[in-house]
């Protein structure tokens, strides 16, 4: 919501907040290939945006909170958890204080004209030492000089989704993808437990291997593998 609720689509402009969370056409991956239930749709709709990773974040901390009280979960792994989203609340608020704490209007205007005062005057200096060919270290300190202000430009809001500003859509595709392969391995460690459990019910537990997968519980498949499986980066 950094750059969608500020900028809207690339190809657009600014959209309303109704359009973001039942098409979302830049997202990746798109708001309404995420939140399917009808009920939790509307939810957001009436929450700010602001407000929206907080209640994502409790949530999460909700169902961690339940396994983990249920044994699905050890205190270290839920620590882990509670952790890392806290890691992405405090990257948010981060993200959020750069794009709301614009530079002075004053200070933008005086620092222009400055600057224009500064590259137009220096080619007449130039040319005391420079003669015919002043143009060219003219072009170099015009090109120096908004160059260096094109990046400040940048720096001020580096969300949008103009280059070289941050690809968020690129980075919340790998966060998808790599969260999606931990729901994966996660699903087949269960399935894996569940199997294991019907044949020692089954069959005679005479096989030391079979003895041996059957006393690794649910749980600590599970554990193994969360630890396997790629971890994305949540301060991003």
């Known amino acids: 919501h950094v750059r969608a609720q500020r900028h809207g689509y690339s190809d657009v402009g600014p959209v309303t907040d109704d359009e973001l969370m039942t098409r979302d056409r830049g997202g990746k991956p798109r708001v309404p290939d995420i939140v399917k239930d009808k009920a939790e749709l509307d939810e957001f ?7 929206r ?11 961690i909170e339940h396994h983990r009280r249920v044994g699905n979960l050890g205190e270290r792994a839920a620590l882990d958890v509670f952790r890392d989203c806290q890691l992405v609340l405090d990257a948010l608020k981060s993200a959020e204080r750069i794009v709301t704490t614009p530079i002075p209007y004053q200070y933008l205007h005086m620092l222009n004209i400055l600057l224009f005062f500064f590259v137009y005057s220096v080619p007449f200096v130039f040319t005391a030492n420079f003669k015919w060919i002043t143009p060219f270290p003219s072009c170099v300190v015009a090109l120096a000089f908004y160059g260096v202000n094109e990046i400040g430009r940048c720096m001020e809001d580096p ?7 941050h690809d968020l859509s690129g980075v919340g ?7 999606l392969q931990i729901h994966q391995k996660a699903d087949e460690a269960h399935r894996e437990a569940e199997q294991v459990q019907l044949e020692t019910d089954d069959d005679a537990p005479d096989s030391p291997d079979v003895e041996a997968r059957a006393r690794l519980s649910t749980s600590e498949q599970i554990q193994r593998a969360l630890a396997a499986a790629p971890v994305a980066d949540a301060a991003l």
């Open 53 to 63: 990773p907080n209640v994502c974040v409790s949530k999460i901390t909700a169902i």
């Open 45 to 51: 709709k009436s929450l700010e945006p602001w407000n």
């Open 173 to 179: 595709w790998r966060i998808y993808r790599e969260t």
């Open 159 to 165: 969300f949008s989704w103009e280059d070289p500003c």
